[in-house]
């Protein structure tokens, strides 16, 4: 029988399985839900398989619906499943990556269920039966707890990155349930075309090169390139560098942009405000160059150099020649 009053993490599919940021939720899931049931609410196409993958994270339970409109439907069509799924189950909350799909879907079901939803969590915990919900406010500068007291399910997304995924042994219980779908007739899919990217996604990346305003001059984008291209790092941005041609929106780190993990980060004239560290804060080993001694990233840091961004690039380039 499926639990009610369960935790739900709504599980997102890429073209190549689950979405990391699912994993995650998965295991923040199982160190927060108490005695409350971690379940994971899985709308794959017919002859798909991902329950052995989300599995091997340790919910308690996986309802599956299994039907090929739900992999090719619109966003409509899969937030009326999840809203029904929810008003049959009753679930005590359900969490969402913040991504493009989940930031679509959640508000969808959350209109339908009339209840609260919280958007870019950095953190979640309960309190008895109610589920605080941690995000920045005001310019970022600030720390909100949030909650939904009475109506339910509470509801909330969170970034990828901002928690590890971590595997573990659990007896999951593995439901399918049959789908009620609704055709959205303004939606058809002619044809679906797989592409391979060129280069890492920043947000996956191991190795990351992240330039402020202290390395921004044409020379030292130009030197940082080339570094990224020998070391095989991807290159991040803060936000205000995103103005220049050189850069994107795709490459911004911070609460305002991406939040990654990667095993190492060179921080390379970023003075470190709090809405960029939010972004970068869960990568292993973190290296900052700042001529300021006083920079909020130096005390963040593994290891620092004071002295110019520029001069550092510069001499690391010809060490690595």
């Not at 599995?55 to 090719?72: H, K």
């Given at each position: ?43 794959e196409g ?122 573990a042994e ?74 220049l041609p ?76």
């Amino acid at each position: 029988m499926v639990e009610k009053d369960a935790l739900w993490i709504v599980a997102e599919l890429t073209g190549s399985g689950v979405a990391p940021v699912t994993l995650q939720l998965i295991t923040k899931a199982r160190k927060i839900a108490g005695t409350r049931s971690v379940t994971v609410v899985l709308l794959e196409g017919s002859t798909d398989s991902y329950e052995t993958e989300l599995a091997a994270y340790g919910p308690d339970e996986i309802l599956i619906v299994q039907d090929d409109r739900l992999r090719e439907g619109s966003d409509r069509v899969v937030a009326w499943q999840l809203t029904k799924l929810a008003q049959d189950f009753k679930p005590n909350a359900m969490l969402f990556g913040a991504t493009p799909e989940g930031r679509s879907i959640a508000p969808r079901i959350q209109d339908r269920l009339r209840t609260g939803l919280t958007a870019d969590c950095l953190d979640l915990y309960y309190e008895n039966e109610v589920l605080v919900q941690v995000k920045p406010s005001y310019g970022d500068n600030v720390m909100c707890e949030i909650t939904c007291p009475t109506a339910r399910p509470q509801m909330a997304s969170v970034r990828p990155n901002t928690f590890e995924a971590v595997r573990a042994e659990a007896e999951t219980k593995i439901f399918f349930i049959t789908g009620d779908i609704k055709d959205d007739p303004s939606w058809q899919v002619d044809r679906v075309d797989r592409q391979i990217a060129s280069h890492t996604d920043l947000k996956d990346a191991t190795k990351v090169l992240a330039l402020g305003r202290g390395a921004a001059k044409d020379e030292q984008v130009r030197t940082v390139r080339q570094l990224a291209k020998t070391l095989g790092a991807s290159i991040g941005v803060t936000r205000p560098l995103t103005d220049l041609p050189d850069f994107t929106i795709a490459q911004q780190i911070g609460q305002s942009g991406l939040t990654i993990a990667p095993a190492f980060i060179l921080n390379l004239g970023i003075s470190g405000a709090i809405q960029y560290q939010v972004g970068m804060a869960a990568s292993k080993l973190i290296v900052s160059v700042n001529r300021d001694e006083n920079a909020p990233m130096l005390a963040q840091s593994d290891y620092v150099y004071v002295g110019d961004a520029g001069e550092f690039t510069a001499a690391l380039a010809k060490q690595l020649q």
